[in-house]
């Protein structure tokens, strides 16, 4: 979760990330890791620390909503719009969905597509002392212009016993007037941490009757609280969930048979896992040729950007790859979409790369391979 962050390294902490990078590197390896060749980097947004979400318009735009400071949250701002009209080359400036008041920030979201082709989102963020002490309500906000002008109209009802929600990952479309969207409770002090999915009956203006998304027990043999959970609906008997754990701080694949009310392990993975530790969190997206794309922060070791593919709906994945080896030391949180032409645009956040010393979100045009 965002809200965890060292801000000063002190030699003693230098010599833990040391030890706990090759304790990572002797963790077992699914398969053989595979390097995409031909990537082209591009430093999209610069002093932001991002956090991006992606979204292709019905013309073909690509929006950014990001978090536009370069720092981990831990000052005042905004999440803003950015948009590429050039398949991720360049990206301009377009406006704010909700401003944030002083002593605060607004860097949690969701968004997306509604039904009648607005962008949507929800935007959560911090307040109080180091913008830690607590978490500022949900604003809905949408626009009809590509992120330009935004409405502010709207409201999330709670689950019982949560006192905030925070969003996270994409908005999903449904049919209709109705959406779906991912959000957490967080309590300081509490254990767990609770995922929840979130409906909207009237295109996403009003957001509530959760759907809690469930402990499942690990390759670790720990019982694990999602967190920030990536969704993908590819039918409505077939949605897959892609949960960062908070204990064993890794990926677990859950699906849904019956439109996102239940919540289950697949047979076919056993515990679920889909990634090694600090792997997270994670994007899901159903490509051109009806593949599902998995990609995923990886956040130890030289750092980077990782994917996996399934050509099953999810019941088997592919050896992992990664898109990008970039070495920050604060860097991940992909969201990808994908061109006409096959073209994968993957976006991400990082505090440094091999040529570039600042926070940014940096944009990955990537292929796959064949298999």
Not at 78 to 88: D, E, F, L, Q, R
Not at 175 to 203: E, I, M, Q, T
Not at 316 to 334: L, N
Not at 350 to 356: G, M, R, W
């Amino acid at each position: 979760m965002k809200h965890f962050l060292f801000t000063i390294m002190t030699l003693t902490s230098l010599l833990a990330f040391f030890l706990i990078s090759q304790s990572f590197a002797q963790q077992p390896v699914f398969m053989e890791t595979k390097i995409i060749e031909n990537a082209e980097n591009i430093i999209a947004v610069d002093n932001v620390c991002a956090w991006p979400n992606l979204t292709k318009m019905p013309d073909g735009t690509i929006t950014a909503l990001i978090f536009n400071k370069p720092s981990h949250g831990l000052e005042e701002g905004n999440a803003v719009c950015y948009v590429s009209k050039n398949g991720g080359r360049s990206w301009d400036y377009m406006g704010i969905p909700v401003p944030y008041e002083p002593g605060t920030n607004r860097m949690n979201l969701a968004a997306g597509l509604s039904n009648d082709g607005s962008l949507v989102t929800l935007v959560s963020g911090w307040g109080g002392k180091g913008f830690r002490e607590y978490i500022i309500p949900n604003v809905v906000s949408r626009s009809q212009d590509n992120g330009r002008t935004w409405t502010r109209k709207g409201s999330v009802k709670l689950p019982e016993g949560e006192p905030v929600l925070i969003p996270f990952g994409d908005i999903v479309r449904l049919g209709g007037k109705k959406l779906a969207a991912s959000a957490y409770g967080y309590v300081k002090g509490r254990k767990n941490n609770s995922a929840y999915l979130l409906f909207s009956y009237d295109d996403g203006y009003t957001w509530g009757d959760a759907v809690y998304m469930g402990i499942f027990k690990n390759k670790y043999g720990e019982y694990n609280d999602f967190n920030e959970v990536a969704t993908l609906r590819i039918r409505p008997d077939r949605w897959l969930a892609a949960a960062r754990t908070n204990r064993s701080s890794d990926l677990e694949l859950v699906v849904s048979e019956d439109e996102g009310k239940t919540w289950q392990v697949p047979e076919t993975l056993k515990n679920g896992t889909i990634s090694r530790r600090s792997e997270h969190p994670a994007h899901l997206l159903k490509l051109n040729d009806g593949r599902i794309l998995l990609t995923y922060g990886i956040r130890w070791g030289t750092q980077g950007i990782g994917a996996r593919v399934s050509e099953n709906e999810g019941k088997t994945w592919s050896a992992p790859m990664v898109v990008i080896s970039h070495g920050g030391t604060d860097s991940g949180y992909p969201a990808s979409v994908q061109l006409e032409d096959g073209t994968i645009v993957t976006a991400y956040y990082s505090n440094a790369n091999k040529n570039h010393t600042r926070y940014h979100m940096g944009c990955v045009r990537w292929k796959l391979p064949n298999y």
